[in-house]
């Protein structure tokens, strides 16, 4: 069928082809959903998402797969994002190259079968000799290839039930008044009818380019390739966006493939003196420095540019709908440069007052602690004050749920709290960095000690609740780690101030940046790409949230947990008066917390007891709503609502009830619906608890015990970074451990691995050296 259309593309005369089998609709405007008046280009990424009319420029890096040859598999999942796009109700436009690669391709076979031809009718033996192929000339390529292309892209485009139509540019299609006047009012009449145009030089007839320094002003441009093509008709039919893609991952501030060049995030006018630009691309007339010409000249019409790799297999099928829904691809031309440094700018600075920061003496880690905790209790009037107008905005708003306007709520309580903790935390803080864990004698005079260091930089994603910031930050600072922190917009207010302080605890050795606080429009997904910046990401909010980032952190540990299905098992021969307490405590001291009970297993024994219809009476009396689990439905005549999934976290005045027939029957339920956070079994019976707390894997299993002792600081650990559900490097809650990591330091007198041979001088000995309690490296 696709060769078929090519026969039938190759004999359309007309220069503006359009596809006679998609059915046309005439676009109505005001059904478009995209209302934004030309004249001034996108100032952020999170912006282009409004972006309504788009030319999508592909380079002959993109579209051909060598010097010759078509990536037909790019093309394909490029044409399926501008198709999607289109039927989304924006305005799509295509500018391509490729005509003479394809061109070039047919007039090779043709050449190489008219030549084998000829040789087996010339051949008495009818051996072939090695034929050659002579020069093509670009522009008779062009001619042969113009055809094969567009149809190529009709019949794709077809499959999307989308229209497409060829145009072919000169120079004085856009130069000549009348010519470009034309021009506009075609490409205007093809969008009205929802059609795709797709826009080439036409190269089998454009003179060479005369080379001049005509990028500059929006009324002069000289289409000497298509990156200039591009530009001149982004802004001709006053396109919102401008996405151009090429081989390279965008622009870099040295060539890339150098050791010291980096991907630039966004280019602004007036930046290009600190480029360096390096040859162009393998196949195409332009380079990067055209493209950053063309881009800025875009730029200065109103339409905004973003550059980007179109031949990364692992990004091409979704490279043009990642940059229009605004995430971090390429790099984005903007005209408005923002006052602060770039989030990459603040991980550098991060990284450089981290090392600082962890040669400082342990002593002087504790004094910043111990002074941030005073500045909370100093300065709790101006932190209260923040967070009240963060309350105000919260509920005047109405998006936030009751748990996390909960957990945005900050009191004097609070406060005093945190700062216990801190101080706490200051004495520990002097047992960590460059402690010795292990010393080994590998032979004479050659010691091998193991001892603890920072992870590096860390990245912690918090919503809701801003008392996370300064726990985080003390716990950074004692284990000397850079920190990256990204709060929710919900707490702006209070975390704005709360990492002032922080800086200002900071401030006292001189390492104040080593805790930077992440202000611009980063989203989630883009932090979780600085795979080379940052060492390891710590989300603490929803489950939702952890989710996310524990899909999109891909190349970055991710330390935490998903979801806090915690469970509290009532057995057989609880106490009553404990069952009560320490029921009442798991579920209603905070029931926004990650370690607070959801669901309450019984005993099938307790059933119709006196403890049974305390328990009940008992959530009654505390407003908790009670969902049935579908063994206890079964007994009931009259039955709460039935719960809709055992694994569900409510995260408030919620929680489900089901009921098992063992110890073991609640152990394999905890394992098969819990999130393996904190378990809890009420029972008198020593040897049925030890059994429990055996067999539960979980990060915490208590006994006769609330599940709300969970937490770093009532552990005695100062502070918590969260708790942790995975199985290596730290589980339960995390402190100041679970943020070190060890290296080897081996200490010797000109030893090599050849003395130690069966040839050689020297002997293994590998004798345990006994170290001290508190020994430091």
Same mark, same amino acid.
């Given at each position: 069928?696709?060769?078929?259309?090519?026969?039938?593309?190759?004999?359309?005369?007309?220069?503006?082809?359009?596809?006679?089998?998609?059915?046309?609709?005439?676009?109505?405007?005001?059904?478009?959903?995209?209302?934004?008046?030309?004249?001034?280009?996108?100032?952020?990424?999170?912006?282009?998402?409004?972006?309504?009319?788009?030319?999508?420029?592909?380079?002959?890096?993109?579209?051909?797969?060598?010097?010759?040859?078509?990536?037909?598999?790019?093309?394909?999942?490029?044409?399926?994002?501008?198709?999607?796009?289109?039927?989304?109700?924006?305005?799509?436009?295509?500018?391509?190259?490729?005509?003479?690669?394809?061109?070039?391709?047919?007039?090779?076979?043709?050449?190489?079968?008219?030549?084998?031809?000829?040789?087996?009718?010339?051949?008495?033996?009818?051996?072939?000799?090695?034929?050659?192929?002579?020069?093509?000339?670009?522009?008779?390529?062009?001619?042969?290839?113009?055809?094969?292309?567009?149809?190529?892209?009709?019949?794709?485009?077809?499959?999307?039930?989308?229209?497409?139509?060829?145009?072919?540019?000169?120079?004085?299609?856009?130069?000549?008044?009348?010519?470009?006047?034309?021009?506009?009012?075609?490409?205007?009449?093809?969008?009205?009818?929802?059609?795709?145009?797709?826009?080439?030089?036409?190269?089998?007839?454009?003179?060479?380019?005369?080379?001049?320094?005509?990028?500059?002003?929006?009324?002069?441009?000289?289409?000497?390739?298509?990156?200039?093509?591009?530009?001149?008709?982004?802004?001709?039919?006053?396109?919102?966006?401008?996405?151009?893609?090429?081989?390279?991952?965008?622009?870099?501030?040295?060539?890339?493939?150098?050791?010291?060049?980096?991907?630039?995030?966004?280019?602004?006018?007036?930046?290009?003196?600190?480029?360096?630009?390096?040859?162009?691309?393998?196949?195409?007339?332009?380079?990067?420095?055209?493209?950053?010409?063309?881009?800025?000249?875009?730029?200065?019409?109103?339409?905004?540019?973003?550059?980007?790799?179109?031949?990364?297999?692992?990004?091409?099928?979704?490279?043009?709908?990642?940059?229009?829904?605004?995430?971090?691809?390429?790099?984005?031309?903007?005209?408005?440069?923002?006052?602060?440094?770039?989030?990459?700018?603040?991980?550098?600075?991060?990284?450089?007052?981290?090392?600082?920061?962890?040669?400082?003496?342990?002593?002087?880690?504790?004094?910043?602690?111990?002074?941030?905790?005073?500045?909370?209790?100093?300065?709790?009037? =101006?932190?209260?004050?923040?967070? /009240?107008? $963060?309350?105000?905005?919260?509920?005047?708003?109405? +998006?936030? %749920?009751?748990? *996390?306007?909960?957990?945005?709520?900050?009191?004097?309580?609070?406060?005093?709290?945190?700062?216990?903790?801190?101080?706490?935390?200051?004495?520990?803080?002097?047992?960590?960095?460059?402690?010795?864990?292990?010393?080994?004698?590998?032979?004479?005079?050659?010691?091998?000690?193991?001892?603890?260091?920072?992870?590096?930089?860390?990245?912690?994603?918090?919503?809701?609740?801003?008392?996370?910031?300064?726990?985080?930050?003390?716990?950074?600072?004692?284990?000397?780690?850079?920190?990256?922190?990204?709060?929710?917009?919900?707490?702006?207010?209070?975390?704005?101030?709360?990492?002032?302080?922080?800086?200002?605890?900071?401030?006292?050795?001189?390492?104040?940046?080593?805790?930077?606080?992440?202000?611009?429009?980063? =989203?989630?997904?883009?932090?979780? /790409?600085? $795979?080379?910046?940052?060492?390891?990401?710590?989300? +603490?909010? %929803?489950?939702? *949230?952890?989710?996310?980032?524990?899909?999109?952190?891909?190349?970055?540990?991710?330390?935490?947990?998903?979801?806090?299905?915690?469970?509290?098992?009532?057995?057989?021969?609880?106490?009553?008066?404990?069952?009560?307490?320490?029921?009442?405590?798991?579920?209603?001291?905070?029931?926004?917390?990650?370690?607070?009970?959801?669901?309450?297993?019984?005993?099938?024994?307790?059933?119709?007891?006196?403890?049974?219809?305390?328990?009940?009476?008992?959530?009654?009396?505390?407003?908790?709503?009670?969902?049935?689990?579908?063994?206890?439905?079964?007994?009931?005549?009259?039955?709460?609502?039935?719960?809709?999934?055992?694994?569900?976290?409510?995260?408030?005045?919620?929680?489900?009830?089901?009921?098992?027939?063992?110890?073991?029957?609640?152990?394999?339920?905890?394992?098969?619906?819990?999130?393996?956070?904190?378990?809890?079994?009420?029972?008198?019976?020593?040897?049925?608890?030890?059994?429990?707390?055996?067999?539960?894997?979980?990060?915490?299993?208590?006994?006769?015990?609330?599940?709300?002792?969970?937490?770093?600081?009532?552990?005695?650990?100062?502070?918590?970074?969260?708790?942790?559900?995975?199985?290596?490097?730290?589980?339960?809650?995390?402190?100041?451990?679970?943020?070190?990591?060890?290296?080897?330091?081996?200490?010797?007198?000109?030893?090599?691995?050849?003395?130690?041979?069966?040839?050689?001088?020297?002997?293994?000995?590998?004798?345990?050296?006994?170290?001290?309690?508190?020994?430091?490296?």
């Amino acid at each position: 069928a696709m060769f078929a259309r090519l026969a039938l593309c190759t004999r359309l005369p007309s220069r503006i082809r359009q596809s006679n089998v998609c059915p046309v609709s005439i676009r109505s405007h005001s059904q478009v959903k995209f209302p934004r008046p030309h004249g001034k280009s996108f100032v952020h990424r999170s912006e282009l998402k409004q972006a309504k009319r788009i030319v999508v420029k592909l380079g002959s890096a993109v579209v051909t797969r060598d010097e010759c040859g078509l990536a037909l598999g790019r093309l394909a999942s490029i044409v399926e994002q501008v198709a999607m796009l289109q039927n989304q109700g924006r305005e799509m436009m295509i500018v391509t190259s490729g005509a003479v690669a394809f061109g070039k391709q047919r007039l090779r076979h043709e050449i190489l079968l008219s030549q084998s031809v000829r040789q087996a009718l010339h051949s008495g033996q009818n051996q072939l000799k090695e034929m050659s192929v002579p020069v093509l000339e670009a522009r008779a390529c062009a001619a042969a290839g113009q055809s094969g292309l567009m149809a190529l892209y009709e019949a794709m485009f077809t499959q999307y039930s989308t229209c497409t139509a060829q145009i072919l540019v000169t120079n004085l299609d856009f130069h000549d008044e009348q010519k470009r006047r034309n021009l506009n009012s075609t490409l205007h009449e093809l969008l009205r009818m929802n059609i795709v145009p797709i826009i080439n030089t036409n190269d089998a007839v454009v003179p060479p380019p005369v080379p001049n320094s005509d990028l500059q002003g929006v009324n002069v441009i000289s289409i000497k390739d298509n990156d200039s093509l591009a530009a001149r008709l982004a802004v001709e039919m006053k396109a919102d966006l401008l996405i151009a893609l090429s081989d390279v991952e965008g622009l870099y501030d040295s060539p890339p493939g150098t050791d010291d060049a980096k991907l630039i995030d966004i280019f602004y006018p007036g930046d290009q003196q600190s480029i360096t630009f390096g040859t162009k691309s393998r196949v195409g007339s332009g380079g990067m420095e055209a493209k950053v010409k063309a881009a800025l000249w875009a730029l200065q019409g109103g339409t905004s540019v973003v550059i980007a790799n179109g031949t990364h297999p692992k990004v091409t099928g979704h490279v043009i709908t990642d940059i229009v829904e605004g995430k971090k691809v390429g790099t984005f031309f903007s005209e408005v440069k923002p006052a602060g440094p770039t989030v990459e700018q603040q991980t550098e600075m991060a990284r450089h007052a981290g090392r600082a920061l962890a040669s400082l003496d342990p002593e002087q880690r504790g004094e910043i602690i111990c002074c941030l905790a005073e500045l909370l209790t100093e300065k709790k009037d =101006e932190i209260l004050s923040a967070n /009240r107008r $963060d309350m105000e905005l919260a509920n005047s708003s109405g +998006r936030l %749920s009751q748990p *996390l306007i909960d957990r945005l709520s900050l009191s004097t309580a609070k406060l005093n709290s945190l700062a216990i903790g801190l101080r706490q935390l200051a004495v520990s803080s002097r047992d960590s960095v460059g402690r010795v864990l292990r010393r080994t004698r590998v032979a004479n005079n050659l010691e091998l000690e193991q001892i603890t260091v920072p992870i590096g930089v860390l990245l912690v994603i918090f919503e809701s609740r801003p008392d996370c910031l300064p726990q985080v930050a003390a716990l950074a600072i004692a284990s000397g780690n850079a920190l990256l922190l990204k709060g929710g917009k919900e707490a702006s207010n209070t975390n704005k101030i709360l990492h002032q302080l922080t800086q200002e605890a900071l401030s006292i050795h001189g390492v104040a940046d080593a805790i930077q606080l992440v202000s611009t429009r980063e =989203e989630v997904e883009d932090l979780c /790409r600085l $795979d080379k910046l940052i060492d390891l990401i710590i989300p +603490r909010g %929803s489950s939702q *949230l952890v989710r996310t980032i524990q899909r999109a952190a891909k190349g970055i540990p991710v330390l935490g947990h998903s979801e806090g299905i915690c469970h509290v098992y009532i057995d057989n021969d609880a106490s009553i008066d404990k069952a009560i307490d320490v029921g009442i405590d798991s579920k209603c001291d905070y029931p926004a917390a990650c370690n607070a009970m959801e669901t309450l297993l019984i005993h099938r024994d307790l059933l119709r007891t006196p403890i049974f219809d305390q328990i009940i009476d008992m959530l009654r009396t505390e407003n908790v709503k009670i969902h049935a689990g579908p063994r206890f439905a079964s007994y009931l005549t009259f039955s709460p609502s039935e719960v809709k999934s055992l694994r569900t976290e409510y995260g408030d005045l919620e929680c489900c009830i089901e009921v098992v027939d063992s110890m073991q029957d609640a152990v394999d339920h905890i394992h098969k619906y819990g999130s393996s956070h904190t378990d809890v079994i009420i029972t008198e019976n020593e040897e049925t608890a030890e059994q429990f707390l055996q067999q539960v894997d979980s990060a915490c299993v208590f006994w006769n015990a609330s599940s709300r002792f969970a937490d770093g600081y009532r552990f005695g650990l100062g502070a918590e970074v969260g708790i942790s559900t995975a199985r290596i490097h730290a589980r339960g809650p995390v402190g100041l451990e679970g943020l070190l990591t060890t290296k080897w330091v081996l200490r010797g007198e000109g030893h090599t691995a050849a003395d130690f041979s069966e040839q050689g001088s020297m002997k293994y000995l590998h004798e345990n050296i006994p170290v001290p309690q508190g020994s430091f490296s």
